[in-house]
């Protein structure tokens, strides 16, 4: 258990679907990310949100569509996705955006076809 | 902008050797370096954080290590063992909350 909860684990999507991934942390903290892994590429970040405000869009394309309802919960709502998109999406969340350790969730290991 | 690059890319070593992975950043204006196992299909498990004024962190038989001048940071681990066997990473700051990932190095301890 890592204080992070991510679901589902697993998703296979067509190309025109639409779904949702979550996060969920139990650890008090304050700032909230996704992260995309490829394989053979490092870690990308997408999003950071602060207190439930976005601070961070690394120039992602608009199918991601990122939401923080409050400090504990975070989705990543997808449409049109295309096969390249699929990769391990990550959350993680930290006590404050600078100089503390990320707690990482174990992931969605998403296909897209 | 940040890039990191870690060597080797993977490494296969027997059971009980002590063996080192290494890191290194272009930028060398960071305020922490991180450290972080993960394991086959999970997500990432912080093992070592170190602050700029640090030289280096411990814990257990992870030792990691910080030369900010030479933008270089490596991690020991004594008596290596099979539950050793991960993909490990490092990662450094770029600005604000962007954390910048090297590639990691596939390590394999074989008993």
């Known amino acids: 258990e890592t204080g992070v909860t991510q679901t589902p684990r697993h998703l296979v999507m067509g190309m025109t679907n639409k779904k949702s991934l979550k996060c969920e942390q139990h650890?008090?903290?304050?700032?909230m990310y996704w992260y995309k892994q490829s394989a053979k590429k490092p870690l990308e970040l997408m999003f950071v949100?602060?207190?439930?405000?976005?601070?961070e869009n690394n120039s992602v394309p608009s199918r991601f569509s990122p939401e923080c309802p409050n400090s504990s919960h975070l989705f990543l709502h997808l449409h049109t996705l295309q096969p390249e998109d699929s990769a391990l999406y990550l959350c993680?969340?930290?006590?404050?955006?600078?100089?503390?350790?990320?707690?990482f969730g174990n992931g969605t290991r998403l296909t897209v076809t | 902008k940040q890039e990191v690059t870690q060597i080797p890319a993977a490494l296969s070593v027997p059971e009980g050797e002590n063996l080192v992975l290494n890191c290194s950043f272009t930028?060398?204006?960071?305020?922490?370096l991180q450290w972080f196992r993960q394991d086959p299909g999970k997500g990432l498990t912080s093992l070592l954080l170190?602050?700029?004024?640090?030289r280096e962190q411990t814990s257990g038989r992870l030792n990691a290590s910080l030369d900010k001048s030479s933008g270089r940071s490596t991690l020991y681990i004594a008596a290596s063992q099979p539950g050793d066997s991960a993909t490990y990473l490092c990662?450094?700051?770029?600005?604000?909350?962007?954390?910048?990932f090297g590639a990691g190095t596939i390590l394999r301890v074989k008993s």
């Open positions: 990662a450094v700051p770029e600005y604000g909350n962007k954390l910048v």
């Open positions: 650890l008090g903290h304050n700032a």
């Open positions: 170190i602050q700029s004024s640090q």
């Open positions: 930028d060398s204006a960071i305020y922490n």
């Open positions: 993680a969340s930290s006590t404050q955006p600078r100089g503390s350790p990320l707690h």
């Open positions: 949100y602060n207190f439930k405000e976005q601070t």
